[in-house]
């Protein structure tokens, strides 16, 4: 795909365009110009020659060869010179021509006065070409990216595109991406469903595996290029049993030299500074990021518990206060080399950690049925601090066959994750009482191999295999110390700490085969098998857990061309998702100890069948619609419930504890206006049923819900822009409550200076409303719960950004495959 869009430019620059091929092995591919009047005379003759930088005596690769009739001037064939900057035009009639050749950063160059006979072969030996830095100066893209895309197999948002992302963190970009919402909390969830899978540029990363919305608050918004949405992966995808999966792509510049980016932002709830450097010669290159982000984040929360037939308890009221103030950072390095025209390997490392604190304040009175009350007052210090890092090697070959090729990838991932939380408690004469220190030291690794093999055939058939071993290995170290009274030395709590271990193998093969009928339909089948197996121990207990089981995972997708801008299609796939360290960790938090949050390790994967049924469309006038249908269907979902205590404990556990059933219908539409506008915005209404099948938890819950997001903007003169972004959200459903609806919105303008390498800007969310507030409620045969929490999340940013260094168009790097695991279902997602 970079080859062909780098085509495109070099024929933007040229006289007369050709529609350009993938680049040929040994001989270039004769191609058509779009501007030909006719298709080319047939016949047997033959024009060679050799494209060559005139500096560097170097071969210059894709130039663009045109050949036109020496009469009319009008372009009859034309072709690209190859790796070694050779091109061959064949099947040529005789008669009079001249030849064009172009290519970004050079002048092009005309040869006059060619001749033709029957059977005649003319070789016009060494072209070469000049540099013309005028032309590098000088241009630019007309057609920038819309927004949001609409692709054949995802829907991609275009995030850099979006001013009102400057300065933030990723879990605010995916508030924006049509079919996500994000919760308070930063949980994300794809069209209903929060069985999703997060990766970065197609890999996984460890600390995905223990907390999604802790890890999309430390990635800065500026490193990010773009985020795709996929809610029918194929078989060649790991068989994550989720909703689809979400791609975020970050910034890389594939040009030749050097050149980046510095952003700084300043804001009350939110500052940031992060950089990009990128670095290309030839056939290596570098590329760099590093980001740091402080973030303050006030709340409160009130919260109310009515027991009913709890002994000696009538109701529990609950106040707190808090704040949480971080320092996230992220550090990547990058570089690839082509080892031959046909071979390349690739390598990076990515390191991604934070610490932050949470201080709250939480006064809680129980009324008992006597009509005396309880009071006390938590004051909770958490420190909170990861570190997660990622390494990859992949290597590629491209085979005899042109498309055939071969890759093998290699990926080490590894989290790191300490939770420690102080408590003081005091009671209601704001005496200290008890002390309490709740810790947990945790950590994920993942250890994958990939192989895969891409077969094409004639007639654009296509056969892919591939094979794939993931390594998985956590371990949560956890202790509960308690002084009481507060006076008294630390002891620890035995029945409150363990070492848990956990170890979880999957080897998979996968083979898909694609193929088009009648130029109309195209057809992709597919099918997948998983072996799973799980050992984990507890040190303390001696007790384990064991599972072993394989899966077939089929896939099918049938799209039919109705017209040259009409398309329908139809998506079948079946999933499986295992649960992570947050599903299972045993740890408690018990933060607040009316309400403790505890994990399952005996969990089990969940299976999901999902049917889709999509249509797309474009206009001349920029206007583009796509439109699903879909129904997901999952057995032996993984659920949280609350079980309440005779004591009047909630604690909220994971279990495999029924069904749940999804039907939906999601609408997105993009449309230009007055020429310098855009507007974008995405409509996903859907139905969920969630069923209990557990003989001790009879609960259900059903309903209708909706979320939308828009989002416009306009260029004026003069290098300034303005943005509105703004997403609502419907009330959710969970299997035991509900949760309240919930806006945001934003605006932002920016003005370019310094010849346009650099931009200040100011950034404005929810300036109407002092706080986000949302209400959550549940409901049991014992208790019924409400809540409501207050984020304090009104803010101002002033921004500023800055492009450096130079770079020419000369070479592109191939493309190259990476490692993507997305198998596994996060605590987090709930």
């Not at 990216?145 to 948002?157: A, G, H, I, N, T």
Request: glycine share 8%; with cysteine.
């Amino acid at each position: 795909m970079k080859k062909l869009v780098h085509l495109a430019v070099s024929g933007l620059l040229a006289t007369h365009q050709v529609v350009a091929q993938a680049p040929p092995t040994k001989s270039a591919p004769t191609v058509v110009s779009p501007l030909a009047t006719g298709t080319a005379p047939k016949g047997s003759s033959k024009i060679a020659g050799l494209v060559l930088d005139e500096a560097g005596k170097k071969p210059v690769e894709f130039a663009t060869i045109s050949l036109m009739d020496k009469a009319t001037g009008k372009t009859v064939d034309g072709t690209i010179s190859d790796d070694k900057g050779r091109f061959t035009l064949t099947r040529l009639a005789a008669g009079q021509y001249k030849l064009l050749v172009s290519f970004l950063g050079y002048e092009n160059k005309v040869m006059e006065d060619i001749s033709l006979g029957n059977k005649n072969e003319v070789n016009v030996g060494a072209i070469s070409l000049k540099s013309d830095s005028k032309v590098l100066q000088e241009v630019s893209v007309v057609g920038e990216k819309d927004l949001v895309e609409d692709k054949v197999d995802r829907l991609v948002y275009n995030a850099e595109k979006d001013i009102t992302n400057a300065g933030t963190s990723a879990s605010e970009v995916l508030k924006k991406v049509p079919g996500l919402t994000v919760d308070m909390d930063g949980n994300v969830q794809l069209r209903g469903s929060s069985n999703i899978r997060v990766l970065i540029n197609n890999k996984p990363s460890a600390m995905m595996a223990t907390s999604v919305a802790d890890a999309l608050r430390q990635i800065p918004a500026d490193l990010i290029k773009s985020v795709e949405v996929i809610t029918s992966p194929s078989a060649k995808y790991d068989a994550e049993g989720t909703a689809g999966i979400i791609n975020i792509i970050t910034k890389k510049n594939s040009l030749q030299g050097v050149n980046g980016v510095v952003n700084a932002g300043l804001g009350n709830r939110l500052s940031n500074m992060n950089g990009i450097l990128n670095y290309r010669k030839g056939k290596f290159g570098v590329n760099a990021a590093a980001g740091r982000q402080w973030r303050n984040s006030p709340m409160a929360n009130t919260r109310e518990t009515q027991y009913k037939g709890t002994e000696g308890l009538d109701r529990l009221t609950q106040v707190m206060d808090g704040n949480r103030e971080g320092l996230f950072q992220l550090y990547q390095f990058g570089l690839d080399y082509d080892l031959t025209p046909k071979s390349s390997i690739s390598g990076g490392i990515r390191f991604q950690g934070g610490e932050f604190t949470y201080n709250t304040t939480q006064a809680s009175t129980q009324y008992l049925t006597n009509g005396n009350t309880l009071a006390n007052t938590r004051i909770n210090n958490t420190d909170f601090d990861n570190s997660n890092f990622d390494i990859n090697l992949d290597f590629t070959q491209q085979l005899a066959k042109p498309g055939q090729e071969l890759s093998l990838l290699g990926l080490l991932s590894r989290s790191n994750r300490q939770t420690y939380n102080f408590t003081d408690i005091q009671n209601g004469d704001c005496q200290l009482e008890q002390r309490e220190q709740n810790l947990n030291d945790a950590y994920n690794e993942e250890k994958t191999f990939q192989a895969d093999y891409m077969h094409p055939f004639k007639n654009k058939h296509l056969l892919e295999l591939g094979a794939k071993a993931i390594l998985r290995y956590a371990e949560s170290d956890y202790q509960f110390l308690l002084a009481n009274p507060a006076d008294a030395p630390f002891a620890l709590v035995p029945s409150r700490t363990d070492v848990f271990s956990y170890n979880q193998n999957v080897e998979a093969a996968y083979a898909t085969y694609e193929f088009s009928l009648n130029k109309k339909y195209t057809f992709k089948m597919g099918s997948r098998y998983e072996m799973t197996q799980v050992d984990g121990d507890f040190v303390s207990t001696k007790t384990s857990v064991k599972q072993k089981y394989g899966n077939f995972i089929p896939s099918l997708a049938i799209s039919r061309k109705l017209t040259e801008s009409q398309t329908v299609k139809f998506n079948y796939t079946k999933r499986i998702q295992r649960p992570q360290l947050g599903y299972l960790n045993p740890f408690e938090n018990r933060t607040d100890t009316f309400n403790i949050q505890v994990g399952n390790p005996n969990l089990q994967a969940e299976i999901t069948n999902a049917y889709e049924l999509g249509y797309s469309t474009f206009f001349k006038n920029g206007i583009s619609v796509n439109a699903s249908l879909y129904l997901r269907k999952t057995d032996n979902s993984i659920q949280a419930f609350v079980v309440p205590t005779a004591e009047g404990v909630n604690y909220t556990r994971f279990g495999n504890t029924g069904k749940n059933s999804s039907y939906g219908m999601s609408f997105f539409g993009n449309a230009k206006f007055l020429k310098r506008g855009n507007v974008s915005g995405n409509v996903n209404v859907f139905y969920i049923d969630l069923e209990s099948t557990s003989a001790e938890l009879n609960a259900s819950n059903a309903s209708m819900m909706y979320n939308l997001n828009l989002n416009t903007s306009y260029a004026f003169e003069n290098g300034f822009s303005a943005q509105m972004a703004g997403e609502f959200n419907s009330r959710r459903v969970a299997l035991q409550g509900k949760a309240s609806a919930m806006a945001n919105y934003s605006f932002a303008v920016r003005k370019e200076i310094l010849k346009k390498n650099g931009s200040i800007g100011l950034s404005v969310d929810n300036p109407f409303n002092e706080k986000l507030t949302q209400r959550n409620s549940f409901s049991t045969p014992t208790v019924d719960q409400t809540g409501t929490t207050y984020l304090y999340n009104r803010q101002v940013r002033v921004l500023a950004s800055y492009k450096f260094g130079k770079a020419t168009g000369k070479g592109q790097p191939k493309k190259k495959k990476k490692i993507s695991n997305d198998d596994a279902k996060n605590s987090s997602d709930e």
